[in-house]
């Protein structure tokens, strides 16, 4: 339903708020955008905890995967892109559009902020790739000013 209201779908927030509480779908805001890699960190460790594996994990940026190229390790884990061999046993850390048509149990969104049109499909795309939990992380002000994500706060 979240992905869906990306395309102009009506949103059912009791259904959304569901998921939030049952820790299906989480906003993760930041302080400030620096501190957007160091939230990501501390999702996967969450993740991880819960149970899932490195390859269960993808952190997708919204935009290309040039914007992600410091991303081969995030805090303590190893992460590749969705083209590498070593996909299959670690994190993949790419752009969204790069990652359309994969899947993964967990997906981490981020770089909403660097978005200047298109977030809606861009989303939708980046939303549909996780089969059961989804973290959306950004700045305070960039969940605020998002029209579906800021229902969710």
């Known amino acids: 339903n979240l992905a869906d209201a990306y395309l102009g779908n009506p949103i059912n927030l009791d259904l959304i708020k569901k998921a939030q509480n049952d820790g299906v779908i989480s906003l993760v805001s930041c302080p400030n955008k620096s ?52 996909m299959t046993s670690n994190i993949v850390a790419d752009g969204f559009l790069r990652f359309k048509g994969l899947e993964r149990p967990a997906v981490i969104i981020f770089g909403l ?33 998002d029209k579906i994500l800021s229902k969710l706060l």
């Open 35 to 86: 501190a957007v890699k160091n939230k990501i960190e501390i999702e996967i460790n969450k993740l991880l905890s819960e149970g899932l594996s490195s390859s269960d994990i993808a952190v997708l940026i919204l935009r290309g995967k040039d914007a992600i190229l410091d991303f081969n390790m995030i805090g303590c884990h190893k992460t590749v892109l969705c083209d590498d061999p070593a």
């Open 113 to 145: 902020e660097l978005v200047s049109s298109g977030l809606e499909k861009r989303m939708y795309i980046a939303l549909t790739r996780a089969l059961t939990a989804v973290r959306i992380v950004a700045d305070g002000e960039t969940l605020k000013k």
